[in-house]
């Protein structure tokens, strides 16, 4: 199946600092990305749809300026979470859309953040 | 928000086949049923999709009643690698976004 790389796998960080996640789509194209977040023992929450090229659409809820989001070619879209502080500490998951055969999500191994 | 309802565990005998069932009674005619699972701090694997026709892969069956509002994964033999969290997601098949339900945590047991 389609490989969707993510790094880092672990990232500890200090209070304040900024921390950036990449996402790669490693053999297809990918126009949209997707970003997740999942807390211990819940399940996945979408954050925000990277389009390549474009501005990425954010959820209800989901801050912006505080998810930076650049989808700057097809295969890579980068998260950035800036000023990090510990209620940030999370799993980050990213996935890529692959449409040239069927309509299918292919999902990052994740990132597991803390912030101390 | 996720548009799906499904059992919060469940157990299967290992070989035996593990029946996942999941409830989406507001599905709308343009929308799929997609299954993904997730083996602990890994990310969600494909498994497999329908939106009105039963479906059949090498991983597993998906059964979609007459009226669409209910589903049945079907893993004909659990293995203990297939102990995992079981979603099931109702999206259009375009644009895709995947709003997550809570999922079934499926046991299989030696």
């Known amino acids: 199946g389609a490989v969707v790389s993510q790094h880092p796998s672990r990232v500890i960080c200090k209070s304040g600092t900024s921390v950036k996640i990449e996402c790669r789509s490693l053999d297809f194209q990918a126009t949209t990305m997707f970003w997740y977040r999942q807390f211990p023992k819940q399940s996945l929450m979408l954050m925000a749809t990277s389009n390549e090229g474009s501005k990425a659409t954010y959820e209800q809820g989901v801050e912006k300026d505080k998810f930076l989001i650049n989808h700057a070619s097809l295969t890579l879209s980068t998260l950035t979470v800036t000023s990090a502080h510990p209620e940030d500490s999370s799993f980050y998951i990213c996935?890529?859309?692959?449409?040239?055969?069927?309509?299918?999500?292919?999902f990052g191994p994740g990132t597991r953040l803390t912030v101390t | 928000d996720a548009k799906t309802t499904q059992p919060p565990s469940m157990d299967c005998a290992e070989g035996r086949a593990a029946n996942l069932p999941c409830n989406h009674s507001t599905i709308s005619g343009n929308e799929y049923v997609y299954w993904y699972r997730q083996i602990h701090s890994q990310g969600p694997q494909y498994i497999i999709h329908g939106l009105k026709n039963n479906e059949t892969n090498e991983m597993a069956s998906l059964i979609i009643t007459e009226d669409r509002k209910s589903s049945t994964l079907i893993l004909p033999h659990a293995t203990l690698r297939d102990t995992a969290v079981y979603y099931c997601i109702v999206t259009m098949n375009t644009g895709n976004q995947f709003y997550f339900g809570t999922g079934t945590s499926l046991t299989v047991i030696p």
């Open positions: 996935s890529a859309l692959r449409t040239d055969i069927l309509y299918e999500q292919y």
